[in-house]
């Protein structure tokens, strides 16, 4: 058995020793650690985090079996636990719309074996895509939505990803608001990529917004989908340089390259269960 430990807990003595030892005894070996104390302003308790990559030399070993007997260092500690099986690659889900840039570029990723990624489904309300998805073996479903079927298509798009066993959506350039409902079904496993450095030139037009500006900078943010709309933690986020030379349809080639970078890292960051969310912010592992 292979595995990840996440683990969060308020800071003090032994953590680090508690934890190695109890894998130690099981007959594990930890491969990679990393840690991390978040000292929150203005609160006396600092939060500490950990993650821990190891192997146990007994393949027969279930991740009940050891979360249940390391139920007593996580109640010394009052830690929370998430133990994940790096064998298994997530089931992920991909939602598009028209543009297909982020789209191709997780496919690709995914069929080159960059993203380990179990990749169920491609949902997207315009049939612009389905060739390519099913060339790469990928079932795609089209569930077109307008502003008064939006209610009912949210509902087809959750029995979907239901269907598929999903457990990870990633946005693709998704362009419908998720409502808060959509959201509550998978949180902090909804991956959006916004076009553009949050929280500058959020809505409708930001490279325009960031021409007539006349930005020195232009980029991308990948941040967990919440109820409040694009206030999620984010993941991750990439800047390039521009200057005054360049035009609307320049600035968005290269915001597009931006968007597809972006979003891929932010994936693989979570597909690798090396995300750890505390409040509005996120921990991310190297």
């Known amino acids: 058995m292979s595995g990840v430990l996440l683990l969060s807990c308020p800071d003090q003595q032994g953590i680090v020793a508690a934890t190695s030892a109890f894998i130690a005894r099981f007959g594990g070996n930890i491969v ?38 390391f139920q007593v260092v996580a109640e010394q500690f009052e830690m929370t636990v998430d133990l994940r099986n790096t064998a298994v690659p997530v089931p992920t889900a991909i939602m598009a719309s028209k543009q297909p840039h982020c789209l191709y570029d997780l496919l690709t990723r995914w069929r080159s074996g960059e993203l380990p990624m179990d990749l169920r489904v491609v ?32 509902q ?3 029995a979907t990803l239901a269907k598929h ?28 990529i916004h076009h553009s450095f949050l929280p500058a030139f959020i809505g409708a037009n930001p490279y325009r917004q960031a021409h007539e500006r006349g930005v ?3 980029g ?15 993941i ?33 960051s979570h597909l690798e269960h090396k995300v750890a969310v505390q409040g509005h912010k996120t921990i991310v592992y190297s």
């Open 32 to 69: 990679h650690a990393e840690q991390h104390v978040d000292r929150l302003a203005g609160n006396d308790v600092s939060v500490f985090f950990q993650r821990i990559e190891f192997d146990l030399a007994r393949p027969n070993v279930k991740h009940e079996a050891f979360l249940d007997a």
């Open 123 to 154: 949902v997207s309300n315009h049939p612009d895509h389905r060739d390519i998805c099913e060339h790469m073996g990928v079932p795609y479903v089209h569930l077109p939505v307008t502003k008064e079927t939006k209610p009912q298509q949210e």
């Open 156 to 158: 087809q798009v959750l």
């Open 165 to 192: 066993g999903v457990e990870l959506v990633v946005m693709a350039r998704y362009m419908q608001i998720l409502t808060d409902d959509f959201v509550s079904h998978h949180p902090m496993r909804i991956i959006n």
């Open 216 to 218: 020195k900078l232009i």
């Open 220 to 234: 991308a943010t990948a941040h967990y989908a919440t109820a409040d709309l694009d206030e999620g933690p984010i």
């Open 236 to 268: 991750a986020q990439e800047t390039a340089h521009v200057t005054h030379r360049e035009n609307v349809a320049e600035l968005t080639a290269r915001g597009r390259d931006i968007e597809t970078v972006v979003l891929a890292r932010a994936v693989r």
